[in-house]
Antibody, heavy 118, light 112 residues
Framework: EVQLVQSGAEVKKPGESLKISCKGS????????IGWVRQMPGKGLEWMGI????????RYSPSFQGQVTISADKSISTAYLQWSSLKASDTAMYYC???????????WGQGTLVTVSS | NFMLTQPHSVSESPGKTVTISCTRS????????VQWYQQRPGSAPTTVIY?????PSGVPDRFSGSIDSSSNSASLTISGLKTEDEADYYC???????????FGGGTKLTVL
């Protein structure tokens, strides 16, 4: 069974760093792209970026380029999303999702809620 | 770059049929597949339609997808509405010119 299991909720202060994770299982982790999607409170889904764990090829939405870093460790089938200096506006639910083919996401993680507040 | 525009909300009664539209702002809707995701409150999105009109296993045939080149839009149709269909629905496509993935703004479906 394909599963994407994300790390737990985080509460951070502005300026702090953070790295959240997404562990894949039940499939060949290195053969599928993993994307990250933001959902701010009460808002819609926004594509942030995507990584191919097989060779770490990474692409970012222009809205998130330079704001976050996406990485992966294929030895432990885990993708990451990290911030070096959080802002209150980073408060959101973050989902990872597996790219089934060049265009659609088939499996989603359960989401990681990030709260940034002083 | 293109945008996908959806109605903010739709409502219909149980047992009826509802259609949610997703209009592409530039470029042809047929140039890249459209997907539809259902998101119930407090849950992660799940796929109800992929590649314009394909249903994943486990999704009832009450859900169907189509594209219309004349209006440059995609549609999700849900027939025989059930209260459990009440959710937010998002369309999504791929911008092959920029290698980006694009989501519509989402439509809140109320079944009352």
């Amino acid at each position: 069974e394909v599963q994407l299991v994300q790390s737990g909720a985080e509460v951070k202060k502005p300026g702090e760093s953070l790295k959240i994770s997404c562990k894949g299982s039940g499939y060949s982790f290195t053969s599928y792209w993993i994307g990250w999607v933001r959902q701010m409170p009460g808002k819609g889904l926004e594509w942030m970026g995507i990584i191919y764990p097989g060779d770490s090829d990474t692409r970012y939405s222009p809205s998130f380029q330079g704001q976050v870093t996406i990485s992966a460790d294929k030895s432990i089938s885990t993708a990451y999303l990290q911030w070096s200096s959080l802002k209150a506006s980073d408060t959101a639910m973050y989902y990872c999702a597996r790219l089934a083919n060049p265009t659609s996401f088939d499996y989603w993680g359960q989401g990681t809620l990030v709260t940034v507040s002083s | 770059n293109f945008m996908l525009t959806q109605p903010h909300s739709v409502s219909e009664s149980p047992g009826k049929t509802v259609t949610i539209s997703c209009t592409r702002s530039s470029g042809s809707i047929a140039s890249n597949y459209v997907q539809w995701y259902q998101q119930r409150p407090g849950s992660a999105p799940t796929t109800v339609i992929y590649e314009d009109n394909q249903r994943p296993s486990g999704v009832p045939d009450r859900f169907s997808g189509s594209i219309d080149s004349s209006s440059n839009s995609a549609s999700l149709t849900i027939s025989g509405l059930k209260t459990e269909d009440e959710a937010d629905y998002y369309c999504q496509s791929y911008d092959s010119s920029n290698l980006h993935w694009v989501f519509g703004g989402g439509t809140k479906l109320t079944v009352l």
